[in-house]
């Protein structure tokens, strides 16, 4: 079982950025591939940026690529998501996620086993 806390999100102004931090407990989260995902207010949840495991491959949403940069940290169990350029479309719940299986970069929220609480971002216009 590994339990996720997201931190770093708030309210920014368009052109801004924010990095969001999510914590693993647990002896694992070195095996697990990472992902990032977000719900805006009336929208589904959709997927961000994913990492794997061992940080060695990334990929992004078009929506995000060139703005956003996902990494990790496996010694400090900690996983980021620096955010760059903020729109305020940008606007949502976010949340991390860990997927266990770890045999793809996954874009699909129903294949990831670990979620945490979410962490409110707000870009102003």
């Known amino acids: 079982q590994v339990q996720l806390v997201e931190s770093g999100g708030g309210l920014v102004q368009a052109g801004g950025s924010l990095r969001l931090s999510c914590a693993a407990s647990?002896?694992?989260?070195?095996?697990?591939?990472m992902g990032w995902f977000r719900q805006a207010p009336g929208k589904e949840r959709e997927f961000v940026a994913a990492?794997?495991?061992?940080?060695?491959?990334?990929f992004y949403a078009d929506s995000v690529e060139g703005r956003f940069t996902i990494s990790r940290d496996n010694a400090k169990n900690t996983v980021y998501l620096q955010m760059n350029s903020l729109k305020p479309e940008d606007t949502a719940v976010y949340y991390c996620?860990?997927?266990?299986?770890?045999?793809?970069?996954?874009?699909?929220?129903?294949?990831?086993?670990?979620w945490g609480q979410g962490t409110q971002v707000t870009v102003s216009s």
């Open positions: 996620a860990a997927d266990r299986r770890a045999m793809g970069l996954r874009t699909v929220d129903a294949s990831y086993d670990y």
């Open positions: 647990g002896r694992t989260f070195s095996r697990y591939n």
């Open positions: 990492i794997r495991y061992s940080g060695s491959s990334t």
